[in-house]
T-cell receptor
Framework: AQSVTQPDIHITVSEGASLELRCNYS??????LFWYVQSPGQGLQLLLK??????LVQGIKGFEAEFKRSQSSFNLRKPSVHWSDAAEYFC????????????FGTGTKLQVIP | EAQVTQNPRYLITVTGKKLTVTCSQN?????MSWYRQDPGLGLRQIYY???????DKGDVPEGYKVSRKEKRNFPLILESPSPNQTSLYFC???????????FGSGTRLTVV
């Protein structure tokens, strides 16, 4: 069965500092991988996605993520965090071939301090 | 505007009273899905649909029903709600597997 682990429940960073959110997945074949962001009281917005090709993918709002097959990881990064980045971030894994069972991690809540 | 619309946004109901949460998308997407979000558990998939009349169970389907009679609509039905179904529910749609989901704004359901 596919699964996603986000080991950090809560992370606090200073504004302007760099950010890395960890995500490890379990999937038997080539996965689709996603990062979503949820601002308080809002739905989820897709930040970026990976299926194949370049293992470093760029997303919206200055985020990027790197797929490392050997480590089963898909960590999200941002070089300089802004106060508006405070939100909850979810990593997700989906199957290939049009199979739409997409499994989410439990989320990492990001706090940004001045 | 391309969007996924859920109704209602908030709902308080009593145990056992059947309810339906509607979901509609205007993007002609093939795939639709329902998730519930609970603190500490993230999002868990309830049901998903790959096309009209094609649905399948997700990770937590017990107590829920869905139907996909039209491409744009994917209602979630709770025939006999119980307090453990109190949650935040999201509907989502996607054109294809690798595109990721577009989410609705959510429905906060309380069952008393």
């Amino acid at each position: 069965a596919q699964s996603v682990t986000q080991p950090d429940i809560h992370i606090t960073v200073s504004e302007g500092a760099s950010l890395e959110l960890r995500c490890n997945y379990s999937y038997g074949a080539t996965p689709y991988l996603f990062w979503y962001v949820q601002s308080p009281g809002q739905g989820l917005q897709l930040l970026l996605k990976y299926f194949s090709g370049d293992t470093l993918v760029q997303g919206i709002k200055g985020f990027e993520a790197e797929f490392k097959r050997s480590q089963s990881s898909f960590n999200l990064r941002k070089p300089s965090v802004h106060w508006s980045d405070a939100a909850e971030y979810f990593c997700a894994v989906g199957g290939t071939g049009g199979y739409q069972k997409v499994t989410f991690g439990t989320g990492t809540k990001l706090q940004v301090i001045p | 505007e391309a969007q996924v619309t859920q109704n209602p946004r908030y709902l308080i109901t009593v145990t056992g009273k059947k309810l339906t949460v509607t979901c509609s998308q205007n993007m002609n997407h093939e795939y639709m899905s329902w998730y519930r979000q609970d603190p500490g558990l993230g999002l868990r998939q309830i049901y998903y649909s790959m096309n009209v009349e094609v649905t399948d169970k997700g990770d937590v389907p017990e107590g829920y029903k869905v139907s996909r009679k039209e491409k744009r609509n994917f209602p979630l039905i709770l025939e006999s709600p119980s307090p453990n179904q109190t949650s935040l529910y999201f509907c989502a749609s996607s054109p294809f597997g690798e595109d990721g989901y577009t989410f609705g704004s959510g429905t906060r359901l309380t069952v008393v």
